[in-house]
């Protein structure tokens, strides 16, 4: 069984920063990618930033500039950066990763429970 615990959530006010923590455990043979995708009330679930096994990484162009991802292999662990945060950027984020299982080597995507962060003053 493969899990996604997600942490780092929380209240700030705009222009201020946050760091988001996703942790990946259980039986996993491989991580190919990781990512964070955010849902904002009465809207769709949208890919905030996604990195590859590679390093390779992209972003919305809402986030640009101010978001960075990045990963620990070893802690099998992805981060997510925020800076100069903006109201608009509240939301639940969810952690979102393609991984191999080790018993199965079936290759699926896992999502986390999900982080709040709200944007306020």
Known sequence: ??????SGGGLVQP?????LSCVASGSIFRIYAMG????????QRELVAHITSGDSTHYADSVKGRFTISTDSAKKTVYLQMNSL??????VYYCNANIQ????????????????VTVSS
């Not at 222009?15 to 760091?19: E, T």
């Not at 299982?101 to 709040?116: C, D, F, K």
Request: no cysteine; aromatic share 10%.
């Open 36 to 43: 964070w995708y955010r849902q904002a009330p009465g809207k």
């Open 15 to 19: 222009g201020g920063s946050l760091r």
């Open 1 to 6: 069984q493969v899990q996604l615990v997600e």
């Open 86 to 91: 903006k109201p608009e950027d509240t939301a």
């Open 101 to 116: 299982a080790m018993l199965t080597m079936s290759r699926l995507n896992y999502w986390g429970q999900g982080t709040q």
